[in-house]
């Protein structure tokens, strides 16, 4: 019995997986880096503090701009020059002896690496491959960026550890050349039509009748309702996710609970999120991309409340962390999913990378606000309350989302195309 080949989306979904893998542990092992830049710079911690939020800063910001080079112009020559980018900029942060040095090597050049090789990029490639199955298809981006957030923080650690800071650095740069670049070059397709293909490699009758051309331009986007409330819900996200990634272990030892408990806690909210970011996709392909993004929003909301209001019972904690993980990853998906059927597959880069930025104005908030709140009000519970509040209210608007495609018809081939 002759078996099916593998549909090539899945090989382009594999190739982004390891990108945002290396991208986004990268991004969040920042932290072990912390203690010895510092005594060997003779820098003070908000110095260094002030580089890492330029960084997140620039991230978000280079994010539309990204996203409209890949609409124009295709993904492989902006992934080709971002992976060389980010590989040349993580192995010269290794090489830096001042303050400066670090803005421009760290601060600027390597967020502009990880913006090109980053979830935006990703969703707009998959979303071109995928219709039926895109959901699942984007939910496992959240899986490998959950996973590069669990794995690369204790290699780094180690790294450090053993072969010195600067080393490590050089390390990871070598890693993103070795293995991204070959991915760019050999594997990575701009979309289905591009090898004679149609999206979920179904026949050209069951794949549909999108024209190759459809797309919206980004300016009209924002003037509709369904993209702010997208927007709108990943503010809430990022806002979240910042505010418990810089104070969730704070507010936990601060209720009692020892540090490694604290740790753990997160650890396996993290943990969990990879196994259910593709059950996420899976359903929503199956009952809708909208209804789940409400439940991971409203989910999430009263996980935040969870962690907050459970005192001195380390196994309720964990099991709240456990459970928990099942709304932490397929917002973007979902949203990136979403984006695609109303706005055209062939505008995701520009579209979705606008709203991302949204994400991250959400993620500088949180990650400030929730320490403001507590100098102010002597606890966490004011930012955690925020918090749930903006979730909750993101799940109510999320289901009044209009899914009907705003897309504008062309039939003219997309640059980049081989």
Known sequence: MRTRPIFYGWWVTLSFMVMVFLSTGIRFAVGPF???????????????????????????????????????????????????VLGLSIAGTGLVTNLWQLYLVYGV?????????????????????????RATALSTLGGASMA?????????????LTIGWRATYAVFGLGVLVLVLPLVLWVVRESPESMGLHPDGEPRAAAGTSALGERTDVAVAVQTLSFWQLAGGLFTCGFS????SAHGVPMLT??????????????????????????????ADRFGRRPILAWLYGGRGLLFAGLFLVRENPLALLAIAVLGGATMAGSLAMSSALAAEIFGRFSVGSVFGTIFFVHQV??????????????TSGGYGAAFSVAAVFLLAACVVSLTIDERPRIVRRFSPVAGGG
């Not at 959400?362 to 100098?375: K, R, T, Y």
């Open 148 to 160: 590069g957030m669990s794995l690369l923080v204790p290699v780094a650690m180690w790294l450090i």
């Open 254 to 283: 601060d209720h009692g609970y020892p540090p490694m408990v604290a740790s753990w806690a997160l650890g396996l909210l993290g943990g969990s999120s990879v196994g259910f970011s593709i059950l996420v996709g899976v359903f």
């Open 362 to 375: 959400g993620a500088a908030l949180g990650s400030w606000l929730g320490g403001f709140l507590f100098e």
């Open 34 to 84: 912390l203690k010895p830049i510092v005594a060997d710079l003779g820098l003070d911690r908000a110095s260094f503090s002030l580089v890492i939020s330029l960084s997140l800063f620039l991230y978000g910001a280079f994010q539309p701009f990204v996203g409209r080079l890949i609409d124009r112009f295709g993904s492989r020559s902006i992934l080709g020059v971002g992976t060389l």
């Open 241 to 244: 996710m910042s505010l418990i």
């Open 109 to 133: 050049l390597a967020a502009a690496g990880l913006a090109a090789t980053g979830h935006v990029v990703g969703s707009a490639v998959i979303s071109r491959w995928f219709t039926r199955r």
